[in-house]
């Protein structure tokens, strides 16, 4: 059964940075991408980054060039870097996991959530 759990957040002025963390549990000798989102007050939730077990990223377009994910193979733990942020990026954070290949390679997973404020 694969787990994640989320850390990280925090409060940061409009042009600072903030770093979470993401760490996964399980799914050994599967296929992974790790996934960031975002939930704004009022809002839907919506995809920021991801990052797949052989390094292939995405972004949404809202945060390319300012948001870099990275991982740590040997401690299963998956960074979202957030430079230059602005109040639009205030909102609760997950991180999500989806496992695929052999057949035991089943299920997602959600962590709990960082909540990430930025401040003008």
């Known amino acids: 059964q694969v787990q994640v759990a989320e850390s990280g957040g925090g409060s940061a002025q409009a042009g600072g940075s903030l770093r979470l963390s993401c760490v996964g549990s399980?799914?050994?000798?599967?296929?992974?991408?790790m996934i960031w989102y975002r939930q704004a007050p009022g809002k839907e939730r919506e995809f920021v980054s991801s990052i797949d077990e052989i390094g292939k990223t995405r972004y949404a377009d809202s945060v390319k060039g300012r948001f870099t994910i990275s991982q740590d193979n040997d401690k299963k733990t998956v960074y979202l870097q957030m430079d230059s942020l602005n109040p639009e990026d205030t909102g609760m954070h997950y991180c999500?996991?989806?496992?695929?290949?052999?057949?035991?390679?089943?299920?997602?997973?959600w962590g709990q959530g960082t909540q990430v404020t930025v401040s003008s």
């Open positions: 999500k996991i989806r496992v695929y290949g052999g057949w035991w390679c089943k299920g997602t997973a």
């Open positions: 399980g799914g050994t000798g599967c296929g992974y991408e």
